[in-house]
């Protein structure tokens, strides 16, 4: 199953006494500051869970599949995520 937006705002909802506009108003805050920070290229570490980092590709070779022609890709930045030790430990059971 997959955590959706909706499912986070009903957890918030249910868990903190929040009527589900409060819940709402939450989460949408949360994910607009974490959305800013990523997009000024900062990272986003929040302990206990992990850490996304913003990372520079440069150009490079590439290749269509389709038709086996060679291109250049672009530069371009990607997100990446560490995930704490905590959680790591947790996902794999040893709590």
Do not use: C, W
Request: hydrophobic share 35%.
């Amino acid at each position: 199953m997959t955590l959706t937006k909706a499912d986070l705002i009903q957890e918030v909802y249910q868990r903190h006494n929040l009527s589900k506009s409060q819940a709402t108003e939450v989460v949408e805050i949360f994910l607009s500051v974490a959305k800013d920070s990523l997009q000024e290229g900062e990272d986003l570490l929040l302990s206990g869970f992990g850490k996304f980092s913003v990372k520079q590709k440069n150009s490079r070779r590439g290749r269509n599949p389709q038709t086996g022609e060679e291109l250049m890709l672009a530069p371009r930045r990607v997100i990446t995520f560490k995930p704490s030790g905590l959680l790591r430990q947790r996902v794999n059971g040893k709590e």
